[in-house]
């Protein structure tokens, strides 16, 4: 690993959206870089990929769906395909050197990298879509945070799933019992809600304002503080991507 330069962009040219990939470095007399010359700046702006990895790990970890991010995946789609072209192009060029065939495998290792990131990524919407399609459609502040493409799958969703209860259950119970709405006492409601009470673990991205906590006391995060907390004591901070869960 000590042989490679992981500042030089992948096939693609000076593109700063780039995925970056390692290539051999020239020899030289510089000294070899140590581990730490590779360790992320806490100041230093994300790239596009290293965006989508910070949503999709607060995407996993948080109870209830977060703003999407249609634009950002739109941008590495992009990118992801522009980098699959230039490779088919040099596969298909009989004068690539043998440098740039082992450059094409590294270019591809990365491109399914990115590609299964954001396959996880949605998938994991898409399990909150369904496990909360009902709790969505009855909140219209989460209909911001969804796509067109989710909020059609949520109205398709929360239908079949009502006319399957409707037809298996609930049209057998007495009629002041058939509704999915029905709230009773001592029992868990028909319509499943995040629990926001769960705790997490909140990484500041950089100093934050005073919360309150539970028990009446207030916490102030300083720029890279972890806390465990209840999730919605930063559920704000996290809308406003000053914390990251990890």
Request: hydrophobic fraction near 40%; glycine fraction near 4%.
């Amino acid at each position: 690993m000590d042989n490679f330069d992981w500042s030089i962009p992948a096939l693609g040219g000076d593109d700063e959206n780039a995925i970056q990939v390692p290539r051999p470095a020239p020899r030289d007399d510089a000294p070899v870089p140590m581990q730490e010359d590779f360790l992320p700046i806490a100041d230093e702006e994300e790239t596009a990929f290293q965006q989508l990895i910070r949503h999709w790990m607060n995407e996993r970890h948080a109870p209830d769906i977060l703003p999407g991010q249609e634009l950002l995946l739109g941008r590495l789609l992009d990118h992801i395909g522009k980098q699959t072209n230039d490779v088919r192009l040099l596969r298909e060029d009989p004068d690539s050197s043998e440098d740039e065939h082992f450059r094409i495998m590294l270019v591809q290792t990365e491109v399914e990298r990115v590609k299964f990131v954001i396959r996880s990524y949605i998938r994991t919407r898409l399990h909150k879509v369904e496990k909360y399609a009902r709790h969505i459609m009855k909140t219209p502040e989460l209909h911001q945070r969804l796509s067109k493409g989710e909020m059609e799958h949520v109205h398709r969703y929360a239908l079949i799933v009502e006319s399957h209860f409707s037809n298996a259950v609930l049209r057998g119970l007495p009629e002041e019992q058939q509704s999915l709405d029905e709230n009773m006492a001592f029992m868990p409601p028909m319509v499943p809600a995040p629990d926001k009470t769960i705790a997490v673990f909140a990484f500041a991205r950089t100093a934050c304002p005073p919360v309150h906590l539970p028990d009446g006391t207030t916490l102030e995060m300083t720029k890279g503080q972890i806390v465990l907390t209840p999730y919605h004591i930063v559920e704000h901070l996290l809308l406003r991507e000053d914390v990251k869960l990890v």
